[in-house]
């Protein structure tokens, strides 16, 4: 275990990336800024369902159903929030 | 102390160039490397495992703003380098012990991923969604049934918006249906993924076909062009393309039917 380097701090990755917090829920922004990046919903619909996935021991497995619940979880609780201010029609059933 | 570090893996490709990566903060904050082993390379980065290990990304995932933050990284990366060459990008949060437990997992699944990245060289991933309004919009044309008295007016007008919003719904899935097949055909690969909920998408709209497509390069003009087309011939359904991708959906190491599988269109 000693070739991974030591270069890295270890505080919080968040709060030195890319001004995630300023991105708007997904459909609560005007258009442009929808289309400016990529929207959440599609890069996370892929990387959360896409890629290849090595079973190994090495891997640091999450279930991969835990890891879309999970995360889709946080994503519907945010978003619904946004809705209920958005005034966004739902659908019955 | 090692113990507390990992390994980010976020694809793997027959060479990368590590210059490609200059300046560019891999998950983590440092920057990304590249391992090379048995005629392929990977890129990685270092990361805590306070923060990224097992026990930590369960509680992490909850928080929305981190996980987009994380996963815009991810898909730089890897959009960096199938810019460059045919990439295997790997699932969101594959992560190892060490630089050399990456190696060994390369040589162990070489022939994997000479497959995986053979089915994707020159080949790139496009998305096709298609929203219909839902029932509503062909029903409003009730009649005037005043003359029937009202319950009966309204059981009866009240049929007719059931009966229109049923045709409604048979004839966008059939329409869905078609544009799956006409874009299918241009594709060397397509797949059916799970339509997004309207919780997730926040619109209204439902969502009918979510489709992934994997498109010869040379084809692309070709292929936006269709589903251009497909949205012109369908005036009352929304037909939205997204990518360029990586080849997120098809690069598949166990085989094309791997997780993901195939769904219906407006199931």
Same mark, same amino acid.
């Given at each position: 275990?000693?070739?991974?380097?030591? #270069?890295?701090?270890?505080?919080?990755?968040? #709060?030195?990336?890319?001004?995630?917090?300023?991105?708007?829920?997904?459909?609560?922004?005007?258009? #442009?800024?929808?289309?400016?990046?990529?929207?959440?919903?599609?890069?996370?619909?892929?990387?959360?369902?896409?890629?290849?996935?090595?079973?190994?021991?090495?891997?640091?497995?999450?279930?991969?159903?835990?890891?879309?619940?999970?995360?889709?979880?946080?994503?519907?609780?945010?978003?619904?929030?946004?809705?209920?201010?958005?005034?966004?029609?739902?659908?019955?059933? | 102390?090692?113990?507390?570090?990992?390994?980010?893996?976020?694809?793997?490709?027959?060479?990368?160039?590590?210059?490609?990566?200059?300046?560019?903060?891999?998950?983590?904050?440092?920057?990304?490397?590249? /391992?090379?082993?048995?005629?392929?390379?990977?890129?990685?980065?270092?990361?805590?495992?306070?923060?990224?290990?097992?026990?930590?990304?369960?509680?992490?995932?909850?928080?929305?703003?981190? /996980?987009?933050?994380?996963?815009?990284?991810?898909?730089?990366?890897?959009?960096?380098?199938?810019?460059?060459?045919?990439?295997?990008?790997?699932?969101?949060?594959?992560?190892?012990?060490?630089?050399?437990?990456?190696?060994?997992?390369?040589?162990?699944?070489?022939?994997?991923?000479?497959?995986?990245?053979?089915?994707?060289?020159?080949?790139?991933?496009?998305?096709?969604?298609?929203?219909?309004?839902?029932?509503?919009?062909?029903?409003?044309?009730?009649?005037?049934?005043?003359?029937?008295?009202?319950?009966?007016?309204?059981?009866?007008?009240?049929?007719?918006?059931?009966?229109?919003?049923?045709?409604?719904?048979?004839?966008?899935?059939?329409?869905?249906?078609?544009?799956?097949?006409?874009?299918?055909?241009?594709?060397?690969?397509?797949?059916?993924?799970?339509?997004?909920?309207?919780?997730?998408?926040?619109?209204?709209?439902?969502?009918?076909?979510?489709?992934?497509?994997?498109?010869?390069?040379?084809?692309?003009?070709?292929?936006?062009?269709?589903?251009?087309?497909?949205?012109?011939?369908?005036?009352?359904?929304?037909?939205?393309?997204?990518?360029?991708?990586?080849?997120?959906?098809?690069?598949?190491?166990?085989?094309?039917?791997?997780?993901?599988?195939?769904?219906?269109?407006?199931?």
């Amino acid at each position: 275990v000693s070739d991974v380097p030591a #270069d890295e701090g270890h505080g919080g990755a968040a #709060d030195r990336l890319p001004a995630a917090r300023q991105q708007v829920p997904p459909g609560t922004g005007p258009p #442009d800024v929808r289309y400016e990046r990529i929207a959440l919903i599609d890069l996370l619909d892929r990387l959360l369902a896409g890629g290849v996935v090595i079973s190994g021991e090495v891997r640091l497995s999450i279930a991969d159903v835990d890891l879309v619940s999970v995360s889709l979880r946080a994503l519907i609780s945010s978003v619904s929030s946004a809705m209920e201010h958005g005034g966004g029609r739902r659908e019955g059933s | 102390m090692t113990d507390d570090r990992g390994v980010w893996v976020y694809s793997v490709a027959e060479e990368l160039a590590p210059d490609w990566f200059s300046g560019v903060p891999g998950i983590g904050g440092g920057p990304i490397r590249t /391992l090379a082993c048995g005629g392929l390379a990977a890129a990685v980065s270092t990361v805590s495992l306070a923060e990224f290990g097992e026990e930590a990304l369960p509680g992490r995932l909850e928080d929305l703003a981190w /996980l987009e933050a994380v996963a815009r990284l991810h898909h730089r990366v890897i959009e960096i380098a199938a810019n460059h060459v045919p990439v295997v990008p790997m699932r969101l949060a594959t992560v190892y012990r060490s630089h050399a437990r990456v190696t060994a997992m390369m040589a162990a699944r070489q022939a994997d991923f000479t497959t995986a990245l053979g089915r994707v060289r020159a080949r790139t991933e496009w998305g096709v969604k298609v929203y219909t309004s839902g029932p509503g919009r062909a029903a409003e044309s009730g009649g005037d049934d005043s003359a029937a008295g009202p319950g009966a007016a309204y059981l009866r007008q009240r049929r007719r918006q059931l009966d229109a919003s049923n045709q409604a719904k048979r004839a966008a899935a059939a329409s869905a249906e078609r544009i799956h097949a006409a874009l299918g055909r241009l594709a060397a690969a397509a797949e059916l993924r799970a339509p997004q909920a309207p919780q997730l998408t926040g619109r209204p709209d439902r969502m009918i076909l979510n489709g992934a497509y994997l498109v010869d390069d040379e084809r692309s003009a070709e292929f936006t062009t269709a589903v251009e087309r497909a949205a012109g011939e369908h005036e009352q359904l929304q037909v939205e393309l997204t990518g360029p991708w990586p080849p997120y959906s098809f690069a598949v190491a166990d085989g094309p039917d791997g997780p993901g599988g195939e769904r219906r269109a407006g199931g």
